[in-house]
């Protein structure tokens, strides 16, 4: 099964808008990508959000996107999602400003503000967030969590009879003004009821430290404005952690990453060196089915009970039915049936399909090619553009020609041909069934059925000619 179907969301009803901060530049990344564009497991940090928000709100999540628009929303592109533009990034307040005609024209009675840096949100965050707002009939509310250390998080002061006052960044942090620091800080989820947010939005000024519009400064114009503002704590919960810097990214990939483990693991997947193997939030595993680590195994990846996947493997977008993957193979869309052995040190790319009983062995590249049941390519061949019969034997060092420099051509395979070792096919060219290749030779016309193609130059042999005939052992 797949990591995330268990997630049940609320759904959040119609009324209620959904706004992603994506605008940052995410300068402590030191990359030029835009920050919410790094990767966890080969997916946009983004990525998780908006999956995360398909499956729990009603209406189509609404993003701010700045600093590499356009990348960004190419990203999204599989998602239902507005986008709203800030051209210059001066800060939550700012885009949540700049959101503002976007949200109004929409007519939402509530709004839900989330980091695109905060990849790991999950469905219960947002309802515990969504309920808390509700039962406590708040206008502002946010999820707080707990931490050791707040680092660079806003944190969270409360009055001495409880009730939140206000968020301090961490810049603005002040022990003499605001007491001993805290370990409560914001996690960046946050809610409005969006008729009081409208009287507060505009009043945000950029008087901090950073010199920017923070949106946490809605919790202090909120309280100082007499509206019911609401904190609901999460406690110690590592997915609502931000990413901000590349050890932040590393500590929050790790955790997924582990979470998606144990869960296939709970599930009835083997798993060994389970810390060494990396399962993308797309992949589909079976029960029955056994991986050792290290292993990457990403995108849209399906892997079936009785496969085994061995050490050193890479598979993104492929199909694993039941087959062996030996050790160092590396496998992207492709499909691998029942019974086949691929590797070790195989190369799969796009494209190809080993059908029942098949096998690629050591040093083998197939691409954009579909070898038929019970075929065998066992050591150092380079199969392209191929379509394979049944019971093909292709000898060590065959090589498919299947560009002549402006555009590829085709080789067809028939059933139960035998291929000699050291051949070139020079495509297009098709051998008929059963027929046989002589070693070593280069096969630029068709071969007919059981016919035996023989494309190299007669051997010679020069009596007496050896240049070793005079040397003797010692010499
Ligand atoms: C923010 C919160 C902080 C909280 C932390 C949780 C503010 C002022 N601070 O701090 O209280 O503890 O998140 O992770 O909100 N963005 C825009 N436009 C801008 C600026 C930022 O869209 O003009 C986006 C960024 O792309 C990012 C998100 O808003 O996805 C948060 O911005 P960031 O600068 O990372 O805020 P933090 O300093 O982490
Ligand atoms: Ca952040």
Known sequence: MMIFEDQKGLPLSPETGVLVLAAGKGTRMHS?????????????????????????????????TGHGRSQVEDACSSFMADFIYQERQLGTGHALQVAWD????????????????????????????????????????????????????????????????????????????????????????????????????????SDNKQNELYLTQLVSLAQKSG?????????????????????????????????????????????????????????????????????????????????????????????IDGGQVF?????????????????????LRPGTKMQKGSRAGNFVEIKNSSVGAGSKINHLSYIGDTVMGEEVNVGAGTITCNYDGRAKHKTVIQDRVFIGSNTALVAPVVLQQKSMIAAGSTITRDVPGESLGIGRSRQKNLEGRSPLKNFDKND
């Not at 908006?50 to 701010?64: A, G, I």
């Not at 039962?135 to 939140?164: C, H, T």
């Open 32 to 64: 030029p990508l835009p920050k919410v564009l790094q990767k966890l497991l080969d997916k946009p940090m983004l990525w998780y959000l908006l999956n995360t928000l398909n499956r729990t709100c009603s209406s189509r999540p609404m993003v701010v």
């Open 102 to 205: 976007h949200i109004n024209k929409r007519g939402f009675k509530w709004l839900m503000v989330l980091n695109g840096d905060t990849p790991l949100i999950s469905p219960q965050h947002i309802k515990a967030l969504w309920e808390g707002v509700r039962d406590k009939d708040a206008d502002v509310g946010f999820m707080s969590l707990e931490l050791d250390d707040p680092g660079n998080y806003g944190r969270v002061i409360r009055s001495e009879d409880g009730r939140v006052k206000e968020v301090i960044e961490a810049r603005d942090f002040d022990a003499d003004m605001h007491g001993q620091d805290v370990s409560e800080v914001n996690s960046g989820l946050c809610a409005f009821r969006t008729s009081s947010l409208r009287k507060i939005l505009f009043e945000l000024d």
């Open 227 to 319: 509206m019911n503002v609401e904190a609901v704590n999460a406690g110690r919960c590592s997915g609502l952690l931000g990413v901000n810097t590349p050890g932040e990214l590393i500590l929050q990939e790790e955790y997924i990453r582990s979470c998606i483990v144990s869960k296939f693991v709970e599930q009835g997947v083997i798993i060994r060196s389970p810390d060494m193997v990396r399962i993308g939030p797309e992949v589909y595993i079976e029960p029955g089915s056994e991986i050792t680590g290290p292993v990457e195994i990403y995108g849209k990846s399906s892997i079936s009970s009785l496969s085994r996947i061995f050490s050193h493997c890479y598979i993104e977008d492929s199909f």
């Open 327 to 347: 050790c160092f193979s590396h496998i992207v869309e492709s499909v691998i049936d029942s019974h086949t052995r691929v590797g070790p040190y195989a190369r």
